[in-house]
Protein backbone atom coordinates (compact mmCIF):
# COMPACT_ATOMS: atom_id res chain seq x y z
CA UNK A 1 0.00 0.00 0.00
CA UNK A 2 0.82 3.43 -1.04
CA UNK A 3 2.04 6.10 1.91
CA UNK A 4 -0.56 8.53 0.22
CA UNK A 5 -3.54 5.21 0.57
CA UNK A 6 -2.44 4.22 4.14
CA UNK A 7 -2.96 8.03 5.19
CA UNK A 8 -5.93 8.16 3.34
CA UNK A 9 -7.61 4.88 4.63
CA UNK A 10 -6.39 5.46 8.69
CA UNK A 11 -8.24 9.10 8.14
CA UNK A 12 -11.69 7.70 7.01
CA UNK A 13 -11.12 4.84 9.94
CA UNK A 14 -10.73 7.67 12.53
CA UNK A 15 -13.11 10.34 10.93
CA UNK A 16 -15.61 8.79 9.11
CA UNK A 17 -15.58 11.12 6.51
CA UNK A 18 -15.67 9.64 2.81
CA UNK A 19 -14.81 12.55 0.75
CA UNK A 20 -11.34 13.33 2.89
CA UNK A 21 -10.39 9.24 1.89
CA UNK A 22 -11.35 10.18 -1.72
CA UNK A 23 -9.46 13.62 -2.35
CA UNK A 24 -6.35 11.40 -0.93
CA UNK A 25 -7.10 9.11 -3.55
CA UNK A 26 -7.37 11.86 -5.88
CA UNK A 27 -4.05 13.09 -4.98
CA UNK A 28 -2.09 9.89 -4.67
CA UNK A 29 -3.30 9.73 -8.64
CA UNK A 30 -2.17 12.43 -9.21
CA UNK A 31 1.15 12.00 -8.02
CA UNK A 32 1.43 8.18 -9.96
CA UNK A 33 0.75 10.09 -13.16
CA UNK A 34 2.89 13.06 -12.43
CA UNK A 35 6.20 10.27 -11.35
CA UNK A 36 4.95 8.26 -14.88
CA UNK A 37 5.51 11.94 -17.22
CA UNK A 38 8.63 12.57 -15.56
CA UNK A 39 9.71 9.07 -16.08
CA UNK A 40 8.77 9.41 -19.76
CA UNK A 41 10.26 12.90 -20.07
CA UNK A 42 13.30 11.71 -18.65
CA UNK A 43 13.76 8.62 -21.03
CA UNK A 44 13.11 10.82 -23.89
CA UNK A 45 16.20 13.08 -22.77
CA UNK A 46 18.00 9.65 -22.59
CA UNK A 47 17.30 8.90 -26.16
CA UNK A 48 18.01 12.15 -27.53
CA UNK A 49 21.39 12.26 -26.31
CA UNK A 50 22.18 8.88 -27.28
CA UNK A 51 20.85 9.47 -30.74
CA UNK A 52 23.75 12.42 -30.82
Known sequence: MHMIEKIAW???KNTGDINTFLEL???E???LNLNGEINGINQNKGDSISRE
Open 10 to 12: NTF
Open 25 to 27: KQV
Open 29 to 31: SLE
